[in-house]
T-cell receptor
Framework: DAGVTQSPTHLIKTRGQHVTLRCSPI?????VSWYQQVLGQGPQFIFQ???????GRGNFPDRFSARQFPNYSSELNVNALLLGDSALYLC????????????????FGPGTRLTVL | RKEVEQDPGPFNVPEGATVAFNCTYS??????FFWYRQDCRKEPKLLMS???SGNEDGRFTAQLNRASQYISLLIRDSKLSDSATYLC???????????????FGTGTQLKVEL
């Protein structure tokens, strides 16, 4: 079975531009989360979506937005890029509701490496 | 203070050695706990969940102490292939939205040498 897939794998942008990153969850998973990992740090939570609804948001500015589509794939959008947005952007998916809650186990895709010049 | 704290290492150990990693977390509302492994420039991969009763998977043993807010990972008989960064992860239930938020430590780097 295919795991979480993300596109593109690498991206180079300049300051002020906008970027869209894409993610497809594991087949059967309905929840997608986004994380940002800068060099030397652990991943930082950005968003979680389930059934097209936002279920959680981390401490990121409004330049960051996301959405989930009916097929459970997701997009992360970042506007007005800054040098500090250079990072590995990870998408993770979770199995369906477990005991009335989203399952806490998350499986990560290979990430999109964004470089802002 | 960071929500999840780990010694960044690196830990350089000979093949066959036993190595232990520790992690502390600050929020007692934490719901569940994990160790992830991350190879250089790759995505994190789930190594194991961590329970108060302790759990073992082959050469790996994980332990949680909720009273002390402390998590550990023990690797026995280290292999060259164990060289990676080990991330301590705490999950929080998001009350407002009903989601789950994973909070990661900065990771502990392990290098197993011949």
């Amino acid at each position: 079975d295919a795991g979480v897939t993300q596109s593109p794998t690498h991206l180079i942008k300049t300051r002020g531009q906008h970027v869209t990153l894409r993610c497809s969850p594991i087949s059967g998973h309905k929840s997608v989360s986004w994380y940002q990992q800068v060099l030397g740090q652990g991943p930082q939570f950005i968003f979680q979506y389930y059934e097209k609804e936002e279920r959680g948001r981390g401490n990121f500015p409004d330049r960051f937005s996301a959405r989930q589509f009916p097929n459970y794939s997701s997009e992360l959008n970042v506007n007005a890029l800054l040098l500090g947005d250079s990072a590995l952007y990870l998408c993770a998916s979770s199995p369906d509701l477990l005991r009335g809650r989203l399952a806490d186990t998350q499986y990560f895709g290979p990430g999109t490496r964004l470089t802002v010049l | 203070r960071k929500e999840v704290e780990q010694d960044p290492g690196p830990f350089n150990v000979p093949e066959g050695a036993t190595v232990a990693f520790n992690c502390t977390y600050s929020n007692s509302a934490s719901q569940s706990f994990f160790w992830y492994r991350q190879d250089c420039r790759k995505e994190p991969k789930l190594l194991m969940s961590v329970y108060s009763s302790g759990n073992e998977d082959g050469r790996f043993t994980a332990q949680l102490n909720r009273a002390s807010q402390y998590i550990s990972l023990l690797i026995r008989d280290s292999k060259l292939s164990d060289s990676a960064t080990y991330l301590c992860v705490v999950n929080y239930f998001i009350l407002t939205g009903g989601g789950n938020k994973l909070t990661f430590g900065t990771g502990t780097q392990l290098k197993v040498e011949l």
